[in-house]
Nanobody, 115 residues
Framework: QVQLVESGGGLVQPGGSLRLSCAAS????????MGWYRQAPGKERELVAS???????NYVDSVKGRFTISRDNAKNTVYLQMNSLRPEDTAVYYC?????????WGQGTQVTVSS
């Protein structure tokens, strides 16, 4: 069964940090790049960061220098370390495969940046 389970979100003040985790089924994790996506209220879902099977990373300009994506192939888990968080980072964060997304989404994890 294909599964994506995100965790680690929460309420944080501007300038704070959070670390998101996504546990994926081995059947999809082992053969795909992975990405973190987010969807803010009233906006379309966007790709935030991606990591290839061999560890190459890319980021959307708005998070460069603040977010770090990584993967642990032994644990079938992808992480997103988020530092210097801003109110505009508030969104539900999801993981999925990259560059092609599978038609399965987890429940996401809510990140709220507010004072």
């Amino acid at each position: 069964q294909v599964q994506l389970v995100e965790s680690g979100g929460g309420l944080v003040q501007p300038g704070g940090s959070l670390r998101l985790s996504c546990a994926a089924s081995r059947s999809i994790f082992s053969f795909n790049g992975m990405g973190w996506y987010r969807q803010a209220p009233g906006k379309e879902r966007e790709l935030v960061a991606s990591i290839s099977i061999d560890g190459r990373t890319n980021y959307v300009d708005s998070v460069k220098g603040r977010f770090t994506i990584s993967r642990d192939n032994a644990k079938n888990t992808v992480y997103l370390q988020m530092n210097s968080l801003r109110p505009e980072d508030t969104a539900v964060y999801y993981c999925n495969t990259w560059p092609s997304r599978i038609n399965v989404w987890g429940q996401g994890t809510q990140v709220t940046v507010s004072s």
